[in-house]
Structure formats: structure tokens, C-alpha cells
């Protein structure tokens, strides 16, 4: 069982990233988690009065969230049942913030990602580079996508799930997350697979896949179906489906015809790979997909040395 006890929403304290800390605050109370506002600034940039009063902006920006969702406004985030507290952190983004949360056994980071031209595509984003080095699940929200918290109540209305699966350990954590998810707002879970393309025929008359392409495509839907508990089934409506051609746009592909609210995915399956010349599978999915992303990332706090000394050279590079 995955038990969410504690949550990270980093902010920069614009309205775009308050979209971000509004699911936040809403896993948050639906999982009676401590969450914690952060803040990063740049090293040796904040002496104490300025770190000071970066936390009672943070501190508003909570509190008029909570107003926004329907909140008293003159009701403290404490007195509504919510335990959190406002953090300012020192150093690069990516560096502060996956440290942050391993130092504070963090569960879930809950963060924004602004929506990327084609051409910036290859120096990344934060919440992408966070997702490649954090010690925990990401999820990531985008401007312009489906929403599935409520604007004024801030009630959360998941009701499709889409796990990308391609039977490695970490697509396994991302269908764990997406069965926890199902189970508490009984929404239908959609699980897919995706073969890599045949070779081109050469007869355009072939109408029939040969048998072992179609060996390929049942073993699939059979090992999707059985990668489902059968206690699952008596809570949730799952389906299957296997795929052919590129990961990532059979993915947005399926997302979009389906209406999918969350796309779960893993990072260092076969079929998901994070190191690519073009952006992996996971960087496109999490730029162009029509709803929030969901990575799991089962790294351990004593990775996040190495993982950091990774992000630092690679950002020394750009």
C-alpha cells in the first residue's frame, strides 16, 4: 500500500504556479498529508528579514488559494484542518528541491511546468530535470489542460486513469499509484502498452498481421490484464490496450480520444528510456500531454548525492 503523508509544491509565487499548489492543497486534505510551500532563491541571495518576508508571501499565497477554493477568508489554513508549512530554500532549482525532499522523506512532489516551444525543447524544464533526479513520485500540472480539482471547491473528480506500462519494476510503481488513485475515487483505469513498429511490408495487399506480430499484441493484452489485481476489479473498471509505433504519441494519442484526466507513467522502463538526443519518451509526454503526468520515481534518499552531482554537471554543461 502507498501511503502520501507528505507533499512538496514548489512555487515561485506567480498566479501559474498557485494552479500547481491548488492540487496540492487538494491531495493534501484528501490524504491528511503535511505540505510544504517552497521557495527557492538563489544562494547567499536572501538574508533573514528577505527570507523573512518571502515566508509571509508564501503564507498569503497559501491562504488566498484556500479562499479561492471556497474557504473562509478569514479562516487560517491551520484551523481548516490543514498541516503545512512555508519553506525557503537556497541554490539551483533542481538541485534545492530534489535534496529538499529527500531530506524531509518527502512522498509526492506536486509542481507546474509551463508548456515549452518546440525549439527550447532540448535545455529541458525544472519539472523535467525534477523528475529525472527526484527521490519521489512528480506530478506535474501544465497550463491549458483537463482539470480534474474542482476551481471552486477544490474537490478532486478523477475518473480515468492511464498507466503506461511496459513491464518493467518502475511502470509497476506507476500502476501502483494508479490503482491508489482508482480505488479512492473509483475511476476507470486504462492501462497501455506499446510495441514498436513492424517493418514496412512491401505488398500493399497484406490485410492480415502475420502470426507472430499478432502473437505479440495478445501475449501484451494478456500480461497487461494480468498485471491487474483481481481484488482491483471489484472497485474499479479496467481496461487494456497494446499499440503499435511511437511510445509517446500512441500515449497523448490514447489520452486524447479517451479524455484521461492522469497519465501515470515510469521512467527507466525499456520502452520509456530518459536518455535520448531528442527528449525521451517521458520529457514529450509531460510537454504535450492534454492532463497532469504522474511519475513515479522510486529513487532512495542516499541516491540523491550521486543524482545531484549528475544535475550539477549536466546544467555546468548547458
Not at 517552497?38 to 538574508?47: F, K, L, R, T, Y
Not at 511502470?171 to 506499446?194: K, M, N, P, T
Not at 472497485?235 to 480520444?257: D, F, M, Q, S
Not at 520502452?271 to 531528442?278: K, P
Request: hydrophobic share 40%; charged share 30%.
Amino acid at each position: 500500500m502507498i501511503n502520501i503523508e507528505r507533499i512538496l509544491c514548489p512555487t515561485d509565487l506567480t498566479p501559474d504556479s498557485d494552479e500547481a499548489l491548488r492540487y496540492g492543497l487538494a491531495l493534501a486534505r484528501a490524504y491528511n498529508a503535511h505540505l510544504f510551500l517552497c521557495h527557492c532563491v538563489p544562494p547567499a541571495g536572501a538574508d533573514a528579514g528577505e527570507r523573512e518576508y518571502i515566508k509571509r508571501l508564501l503564507e498569503r499565497s497559501i491562504v488566498r488559494r484556500m479562499r479561492d477554493l471556497g474557504r473562509d477568508p478569514e479562516c487560517a489554513p491551520g484551523a481548516a484542518n490543514l498541516n503545512w508549512e512555508a519553506l525557503v530554500i537556497e541554490g539551483d532549482p533542481v538541485v534545492a528541491i530534489t535534496q529538499e525532499a529527500a531530506e524531509r522523506r518527502v512522498d509526492l512532489i506536486c509542481m507546474r511546468s509551463r508548456r515549452r516551444p518546440y525549439e527550447a525543447a532540448l535545455l529541458g524544464s525544472t519539472a523535467e530535470s525534477i523528475c529525472r533526479t527526484a527521490p519521489c513520485p512528480v506530478l506535474v500540472t501544465h497550463p491549458r489542460e483537463r482539470e480534474w480539482v474542482n476551481l471552486r471547491s477544490g474537490e478532486i473528480d478523477l475518473r480515468r486513469l492511464l498507466v503506461a506500462h511496459d513491464f518493467s519494476d518502475d511502470s509497476e510503481l506507476a500502476l501502483s499509484y494508479g490503482l491508489l488513485l482508482a480505488q479512492e475515487y473509483q475511476a476507470e483505469l486504462h492501462l497501455i502498452h506499446v510495441l514498436p513498429p513492424r517493418p514496412r511490408q512491401e505488398a500493399p495487399e497484406i490485410a492480415w498481421l502475420p502470426a507472430s506480430d499478432e502473437d505479440a499484441f495478445k501475449k501484451a493484452a494478456r500480461c497487461l490484464k494480468s498485471s491487474i489485481p483481481a481484488e482491483a476489479l471489484m472497485w474499479c473498471e479496467a481496461k487494456v490496450a497494446v499499440r503499435e509505433g511511437n511510445p509517446y504519441r500512441e500515449i497523448l494519442a490514447y489520452a486524447e480520444e479517451n479524455e484521461i484526466d492522469l497519465i501515470c507513467m515510469g521512467v527507466r522502463g525499456a520502452g520509456f528510456g530518459m536518455r535520448a538526443l531528442f527528449g525521451s519518451n517521458v520529457d514529450r509526454v509531460l510537454r504535450q500531454a492534454p492532463c497532469p503526468v504522474l511519475i513515479a520515481r522510486p529513487l532512495r534518499p542516499s541516491d540523491i548525492q550521486r543524482q545531484t552531482s549528475y544535475v550539477r554537471r549536466e546544467t555546468s554543461d548547458v
